[in-house]
């Protein structure tokens, strides 16, 4: 991703998984919603998922899209922050 400076993460899982902890800056997209097209994210930003099937956003408007695969878990394996 070139540029950082608009990045946004988004932790696209259910209400229940997001009580495990959530990453520190980002933005909570339940799931399913990028399927029924129920986006609450301005398109043209860059965007990191957090997301097991991250493939919901591809071809749906949004620029540059990173899904470095894992989720939340590979995140937590990292021992990168969280919050609870």
């Given at each position: 991703m070139e540029s950082r400076k608009n990045l946004v993460l988004v932790d696209v899982r259910s209400s229940q998984e997001l009580h495990e902890g959530s990453i520190f800056g980002s933005r909570f997209i339940p799931y399913g919603e990028p399927a029924k097209g129920r986006m609450t994210l301005a398109t043209g930003h860059p965007l990191l998922l957090i997301c097991a099937v991250g493939q919901y956003f591809f071809?749906?408007?949004?620029?540059?899209?990173?899904?470095?695969?894992?989720?939340?878990?590979?995140w937590k394996a990292a021992g990168l922050p969280i919050k609870r």
């Open positions: 071809g749906t408007g949004y620029g540059e899209i990173c899904n470095p695969g894992g989720g939340i878990s590979a």
